[in-house]
């Protein structure tokens, strides 16, 4: 791949674009790499071409871009994060830096799983852009798996399937979500990855040539309306996905419809239904199999009217009638809004990805503790530490250890004796940040909280345990005095 073609790319999104820095970037990242080669044998500067390639195909703004294209310079070559400020500014930099940090997974095992979660956690909380060039720095890993030992391949994949797709999809980016696992499935599942090429390479043919004939019928019948349409085509299903729907359905293939789709994209909400109208007068539809996520979206936002129909030749086919902001959301996900120029720290809605992830990261290590009666009112004033196990806890910006003993339980802040952040022991009054790994030492011979932990303490949960127990001692200390008498 070369420049130019990554030029093009962006040219075709904004033809406007000024492509002066994202050349000067490839300039700088090309002569940082130079004589650093693949495990494939290609030029390193293919993968951060690749890289921006994917970002840019996702309509990103041009810094994402810019820093796809730098992202590996400080970590593997002599040019450090600073060169990288200093040429392409405090922006971008800041994206670099978050992806070099998120590169560095020392565990294995289960450990290794926690760490990542909990780096892809922190990196999201801090900056989402730095999400997205993972995943696009992560596609080509796995576009390029092939030249990696068996091992690697298998835990590069298993990462994808279990980490990345998930979050992917909870950011409602179906487009990368669906590459990534399509790339992973071969090497995660290589048996079932062949039975379900295999499956999909013979039933496509037949099933494509009945698409094309409905398609030509559903573009007449939408003209004779007056429904205006963006696109009328038929897709694919991929292949993980197919997977994950033939274990669903007990491996029974006839189960599945939606091998092919037909997908419409129509100008608004009223025309959608116009046209799942018009489509249910054409074909008769499958009883059960409508779903309507426009009135009721998925909880990543996704919207869409399905239905399955049967179609010419009784051949049963998926149906999906959106708007075109509906697709770009559903394709893009978070990244859609900068298509639309919004902030990328626009308020709500990325606190509710937030809590939703927290959700999600809930379920996976089925703590009661996590998150617990948490109302997250501005994100923007709140910090995610972590516990040694990995569980996540959100604690109001300037929060200290003590914060997070009660936070935990009143009895692990009342006997809070010492505190680890990070492996070093640090004082209990210290300020926590983003991503810190905290670990409590208690003492279990202590009688309570120290009150003058009240002089730091941030947390309405921590000060109210500290004050109720300097009332009581300090209401048992009187009678002792009284009772002498
Ligand atoms: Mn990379």
């Given at each position: 791949?070369?420049?130019?073609?990554?030029?093009?790319?962006?040219?075709?999104?904004?033809?406007?674009?000024?492509?002066?820095?994202?050349?000067?970037?490839?300039?700088?990242?090309?002569?940082?790499?130079?004589?650093?080669?693949?495990?494939?044998?290609?030029?390193?500067?293919?993968?951060?071409?690749?890289?921006?390639?994917?970002?840019?195909?996702?309509?990103?703004?041009?810094?994402?871009?810019?820093?796809?294209?730098?992202?590996?310079?400080?970590?593997?070559?002599?040019?450090?994060?600073?060169?990288?400020?200093?040429?392409?500014?405090?922006?971008?930099?800041?994206?670099?830096?978050?992806?070099?940090?998120?590169?560095?997974?020392?565990?294995?095992?289960?450990?290794?799983?926690?760490?990542?979660?909990?780096?892809?956690?922190?990196?999201?909380?801090?900056?989402?852009?730095?999400?997205?060039?993972?995943?696009?720095?992560?596609?080509?890993?796995?576009?390029?798996?092939?030249?990696?030992?068996?091992?690697?391949?298998?835990?590069?994949?298993?990462?994808?399937?279990?980490?990345?797709?998930?979050?992917?999809?909870?950011?409602?980016?179906?487009?990368?979500?669906?590459?990534?696992?399509?790339?992973?499935?071969?090497?995660?599942?290589?048996?079932?990855?062949?039975?379900?090429?295999?499956?999909?390479?013979?039933?496509?043919?037949?099933?494509?040539?009945?698409l094309n004939n409905m398609?030509?019928?559903?573009?007449?019948?939408?003209?004779?309306?007056?429904?205006?349409?963006?696109?009328?085509?038929?897709?694919?299903?991929?292949?993980?996905?197919?997977?994950?729907?033939?274990?669903?359905?007990?491996?029974?293939?006839?189960?599945?419809?939606d091998l092919v789709a037909?997908?419409?994209?129509?100008?608004?909400?009223?025309?959608?239904?116009?046209?799942?109208?018009?489509?249910?007068?054409?074909?008769?539809?499958?009883?059960?199999?409508?779903?309507?996520?426009?009135?009721?979206?998925?909880?990543?936002?996704?919207?869409?009217?399905?239905?399955?129909?049967?179609?010419?030749?009784?051949?049963?086919?998926?149906?999906?009638?959106?708007?075109?902001?509906?697709?770009?959301?559903?394709?893009?996900?978070?990244?859609?809004?900068?298509?639309?120029?919004?902030?990328?720290?626009?308020?709500?809605?990325?606190?509710?990805?937030?809590?939703?992830?927290?959700?999600?990261?809930?379920?996976?290590?089925?703590?009661?503790?996590?998150?617990?009666?948490?109302?997250?009112?501005?994100?923007?004033?709140?910090?995610?530490?972590?516990?040694?196990?990995?569980?996540?806890?959100?604690?109001?910006?300037?929060?200290?250890?003590?914060?997070?003993?009660?936070?935990?339980?009143?009895?692990?802040?009342?006997?809070?004796a010492q505190v680890m952040?990070?492996?070093?022991?640090?004082?209990?009054?210290?300020?926590?940040?983003?991503?810190?790994?905290?670990?409590?030492?208690?003492?279990?011979?202590?009688?309570?909280?120290?009150?003058?932990?009240?002089?730091?303490?941030?947390?309405?949960?921590?000060?109210?345990?500290?004050?109720?127990?300097?009332?009581?001692?300090?209401?048992?200390?009187?009678?002792?005095?009284?009772?002498?008498?």
């Open positions: 791949m070369t420049i130019r073609q990554l030029l093009e790319t962006i040219k075709k999104n904004d033809p406007k674009a000024d492509l002066s820095l994202v050349s000067k970037a490839y300039d700088f990242a090309e002569k940082a790499h130079r004589g650093q080669k693949r495990s494939t044998g290609d030029d390193y500067i293919q993968h951060c071409l690749h890289t921006a390639k994917t970002l840019s195909e996702l309509n990103l703004p041009l810094p994402i871009i810019i820093a796809g294209l730098l992202h590996d310079v400080p970590e593997d070559t002599e040019k450090t994060l600073e060169d990288v400020k200093k040429h392409f500014g405090t922006d971008v930099a800041k994206m670099v830096e978050g992806i070099t940090k998120l590169s560095r997974i020392k565990y294995r095992g289960i450990d290794r799983y926690v760490e990542n979660l909990r780096k892809m956690f922190v990196a999201m909380a801090q900056d989402i852009r730095v999400i997205l060039i993972k995943f696009a720095d992560r596609l080509h890993n796995l576009q390029t798996l092939y030249a990696q030992p068996a091992n690697k391949q298998k835990r590069t994949a298993m990462e994808t399937l279990e980490i990345y797709a998930p979050i992917a999809n909870r950011l409602g980016i179906g487009e990368l979500q669906a590459r990534l696992e399509d790339a992973a499935f071969k090497y995660a599942y290589p048996d079932e990855f062949i039975n379900i090429e295999q499956l999909i390479k013979k039933n496509f043919p037949i099933k494509k040539k009945n398609i030509r019928k559903a573009k007449t019948k939408l003209d004779k309306q007056g429904i205006k349409y963006y696109d009328i085509y038929g897709r694919t299903k991929h292949y993980y996905s197919f997977y994950r729907k033939f274990l669903k359905f007990n491996k029974d293939v006839t189960q599945i419809y037909l997908r419409i994209v129509v100008d608004s909400v009223a025309d959608c239904y116009a046209v799942m109208g018009i489509i249910h007068n054409t074909w008769p539809p499958i009883k059960g199999r409508i779903k309507d996520y426009i009135a009721q979206p998925k909880p990543n936002g996704y919207q869409s009217l399905h239905t399955a129909v049967f179609g010419d030749d009784q051949e049963i086919v998926e149906i999906q009638i959106r708007t075109q902001k509906m697709h770009e959301q559903a394709e893009l996900g978070v990244a859609s809004h900068w298509l639309y120029k919004e902030s990328p720290k626009a308020g709500k809605k990325e606190v509710d990805w937030m809590l939703e992830l927290a959700d999600w990261l809930k379920e996976i290590k089925d703590n009661s503790k996590f998150l617990e009666g948490a109302k997250i009112d501005v994100f923007q004033n709140r910090i995610f530490v972590f516990t040694p196990r990995g569980d996540v806890i959100d604690l109001p910006e300037g929060a200290t250890p003590i914060d997070f003993a009660f936070h935990i339980h009143t009895e692990i802040g009342n006997k809070c952040i990070n492996n070093q022991i640090s004082s209990l009054d210290k300020k926590l940040n983003n991503g810190d790994v905290v670990q409590i030492v208690t003492d279990k011979n202590r009688k309570g909280p120290n009150p003058e932990w009240l002089k730091f303490v941030k947390t309405r949960t921590a000060r109210s345990h500290i004050e109720v127990y300097k009332n009581k001692s300090w209401k048992k200390f009187i009678p002792k005095f009284s009772n002498k008498k």
